[in-house]
């Protein structure tokens, strides 16, 4: 069955799209915003600062907030999120200075820390099915994707008769329409069994993290997020900087070629689900990380805009290839009742690459040719990859052979299992908890 014939994921993916088309609405605002404190000069490190106070929200605040909002129902701990975030958006276009916008900015991204994971972690509870749990990431990663293509496209048409102030409102309606959406979807609580409710705070912030830390292709995971972070925080920092320069015209070229990068990610996320069926995800994130690193070196050739919209089609299409499989990966390593937490965990380490990467995007290119600043973060991109094929090994089978020689033959982790000799020796999907504290080799 196609995911979008379950009525509660239906709702819950309208939520998600709706939110997209906000923060992309948002995002747009604030590089034009930025365009407007700063000019070409100092419009990306304005930007690449201001990203960077995302980061520093999602890092320090994603794991608190899952261990903080565990005990609350997460269709209204949603819907809550929602509402606050609205509610953060709309003083923005009353603001007078790049202070203001930053403030406001970083409560909505310590919001939205709160919000994504969480969100992305009830996305397997409502389709424990593999096969659907790959097509909703997939329509998932669309969602990201067509985001990157309508909010420039409806950013430039409200544009003609809107003053920039007022896509801050228009971003605004969009979390209302998620928040009503999460209302209806009617999303179910988790089963007592799946929470973790009388373990103390400090070791269920810590819970994530540790399996994270200790599972091999985790490790790899993060190492690939960080080299597409390297590649495409210059991308999303300097493109409007670039198009200034290059095209003329930042108001106009801006949205272009997102929507162009927005274009190549929406058909590479479609075909996902089909790659996958024939590669793994680590070879598939590996290809998409070497793709990206290659395409950033094309940008040192006289290109004319034709060729510079299918470049970013090609940053956009690499960029699927590499975050789509990530909830998959996720999913796997991982019991049901711990996935939240390394949901969240997934979502601070990753963006701490991004932390890294958006003030470097920023200030490289400030001190050199734009294109040039590219080209070597594509490098250091295609270099973080290989790096990432080393430290996740190709041989990863989910199922693993181990021991439990410490526990008792009626311990009830081997009731329902078949296990050998005094060791308890028994094969099943391994992942790190309670019962697995290190990695089976």
Aim: hydrophobic letters at 55%; a positive charge; one cysteine or more.
């Amino acid at each position: 069955m196609h995911p979008l014939r379950d009525p509660v994921f239906r709702k819950l993916f309208a939520a998600q799209v709706t939110s997209l088309l906000g923060i992309g609405i948002l995002t747009v605002a604030l590089a034009l915003t930025a365009y407007r404190f700063g000019g070409t000069a100092a419009a990306g490190l304005i930007l690449g600062g201001l990203f960077a106070l995302k980061m520093v929200a999602y890092v320090g605040l994603a794991p608190v907030a899952e261990v903080a909002l565990s005990r609350v129902a997460p269709g209204r701990a949603l819907v809550l999120l929602d509402v606050l975030r609205l509610g953060l958006v709309l003083p923005m276009a009353f603001a007078t200075s790049m202070g203001q916008i930053a403030l406001l900015a970083f409560l909505f991204y310590a919001a939205s820390a709160a919000f994504t994971p969480l969100f992305q972690a009830t996305i397997p509870d409502i389709l424990p099915d593999e096969a659907q749990y790959t097509k909703a990431l997939a329509l998932s990663r669309l969602a990201y994707t067509f985001e990157s293509i309508l909010s420039p496209a409806l950013t430039g048409l409200a544009l003609t008769v809107i003053s920039p102030p007022l896509l801050y409102p228009l971003a605004a309606l969009c979390f209302a329409l998620s928040a009503t959406a999460l209302a209806l979807a009617r999303i179910p609580g988790r089963a007592p069994s799946t929470v973790k409710a009388k373990t103390p705070f400090l070791t269920r912030l810590g819970t994530g993290m540790n399996i994270y830390l200790r599972t091999p292709r985790l490790r790899g995971l993060f190492l690939f997020n960080l080299a597409l972070a390297l590649g495409l925080s210059w991308v999303l920092v300097n493109t409007v900087v670039f198009a200034g320069l290059r095209l003329g015209d930042a108001g106009r070229g801006y949205p272009t070629l997102m929507a162009s990068y927005g274009l190549g990610a929406a058909i590479a996320a479609i075909c996902v689900p089909r790659l996958l069926r024939r590669i793994n995800e680590r070879r598939l994130m590996a290809i998409g990380g070497l793709l990206f690193g290659l395409l950033s070196c094309l940008i040192l050739l006289p290109l004319v805009e034709p060729g510079l919209v299918l470049l970013w089609a090609g940053f956009g299409a690499a960029s699927s290839l590499v975050l789509t499989p990530g909830g998959l990966v996720l999913t796997k390593s991982a019991t049901r009742a711990d996935r939240p937490a390394l949901f969240a965990a997934q979502f601070s380490l990753s963006h701490a690459g991004w932390l890294l990467a958006y003030p470097l995007a920023g200030w490289l290119g400030t001190v050199i040719r734009p294109e040039l600043a590219l080209a070597v973060l594509g490098v250091a991109c295609a270099a973080t990859t290989l790096v990432a094929l080393k430290v996740w090994p190709a041989d990863d089978p989910l199922e693993r052979m181990h021991s439990h020689p410490d526990l008792p033959g009626d311990h009830p982790h081997l009731r329902d299992i078949h296990a050998d000799g005094s060791h308890h020796t028994h094969l099943h999907a391994f992942h790190i908890d309670d019962h697995h504290p290190t990695w089976a080799r």
